[in-house]
Nanobody, 123 residues
């Protein structure tokens, strides 16, 4: 089992920045790929960014050039640096962990999820 806890969400003005954190505990000795997804009210959960266990990076087109995913293995923590935020980035952001090394953009492939953290961007 892996437990994930997100933090760092909040209210920010358009053009601002936030850094989300996802702290993992439990069976972190296993190499998991980590992903960030978001879900706005009335919409499906959508892929934002992911990092494979080997360090390959994947981004949704809507956030490329603005968001950066990174991880600190010593702290078992994954980060999502979000710059140049837009109103349409408003959502609950979730981090997930998956063992298989493919299809990082598909939410159903993830085995573990955090509880989510709210990001609200005011225009």
């Amino acid at each position: 089992q892996v437990q994930l806890v997100e933090s760092g969400g909040g209210l920010v003005q358009a053009g601002g920045a936030l850094r989300l954190s996802c702290a993992a505990s439990g069976r972190t000795s296993i190499s998991y790929g980590m992903g960030w997804f978001r879900q706005a009210p009335g919409k499906e959960r959508e892929f934002v960014a992911a990092m494979s266990w080997s360090g390959s990076l994947y981004y949704a087109n809507s956030v490329k050039g603005r968001f950066t995913i990174s991880r600190d293995n010593a702290k078992n923590t994954v980060y999502l640096q979000m710059n140049s935020l837009k109103a349409e980035d408003t959502a609950v952001y979730y981090c997930g962990a998956k063992g298989a090394s493919s299809y990082y953009h598909l939410a159903y492939q993830y085995e573990y999820w955090g509880q989510g953290t709210q990001v609200t961007v005011s225009s």
